[in-house]
């Protein structure tokens, strides 16, 4: 069974600043998904960004970037030029590669709170 | 267009009382799946439909739960007798695809509070 950990529980930034979010998971797979989801108080989840683990270079998003390292599983999310609106918690998933059944569901870590200072 | 949507938004319900939540996916997505989240802490699996098949449920606590979407589209999560440890928000979301490629999209959820 995959495994997501996210161990910061919380962690705050200024605005206009970088900050990086943690992520490491355990998997026996060598195909699978990364993902980074956002859940906005009171509001529904969306995707950030994703990584395909077959994919060496890390995936960009306008000011969100990834520095996905494979053989270390980890898979951290950089937010650059921080805004208020990026005030949310956040979340770490996995999905396998393969198709149908069971290998299609999300696999999420605990998620990390992130408050912007203005 | 639309997204994914859900209701009620939220739900109070006596401890022992019978729950229905409703999950209208995206038009024409082959894929539903059924998630609860704990306050505080991410989603977890339920249970996964491809059209109107039910091809997971190990996700489902106990068999207080069932779920179905019996024409491929709306799917009901029911909770038989709930518990307060039933408390959760309740996520829907909904696929195109069936394989990992494809994105899932999610819903506000049906927050359930059993006192």
């Known amino acids: 069974a995959q495994t997501v950990t996210q161990s910061q529980p919380e962690m705050s930034v200024q605005e206009a600043e970088t900050v990086t979010l943690s992520c490491t998971y355990d998997t026996s797979e060598s195909d699978y998904y990364l993902f980074w989801y956002k859940q906005p108080p009171s509001r529904q989840m969306i995707l950030v960004i994703r990584q395909e683990a077959y994919k060496q270079q890390n995936a960009t998003e306008n000011r969100f970037s990834v520095n996905f390292q494979k053989a270390a599983k980890s898979f951290s999310l950089k937010i650059s030029d921080s805004q208020l609106g990026d005030a949310a918690m956040y979340f770490c998933a996995y999905r396998s590669q393969q198709s149908g059944g069971a290998n299609s569901k999300l696999t999420f870590g605990k998620g990390i709170t992130l408050s912007v200072r203005p | 267009g639309a997204g994914v949507s859900q209701s009620p938004r939220y739900k109070v319900a006596k401890r022992g009382q019978d729950v229905a939540l409703r999950c209208d996916p995206i038009s024409g997505h082959v894929s539903l799946f059924w998630y609860q989240q704990a306050l505080g802490q991410g989603p977890e699996f339920l249970t996964y439909?491809?059209?109107?098949?039910?091809?997971?449920k190990s996700g489902l606590p106990s068999d207080r739960f069932f779920a179905e979407r019996p024409e491929g589209s709306v799917s009901t999560l029911k909770i038989q007798r709930t518990q307060q440890e039933d408390s959760a928000v309740y996520l829907c979301a909904s696929s195109l695809g069936t394989g990992g490629f494809y994105e899932q999209y999610f819903g506000p959820g049906t927050r359930l509070t059993v006192t």
């Open positions: 439909f491809q059209n109107e098949a039910q091809l997971d």
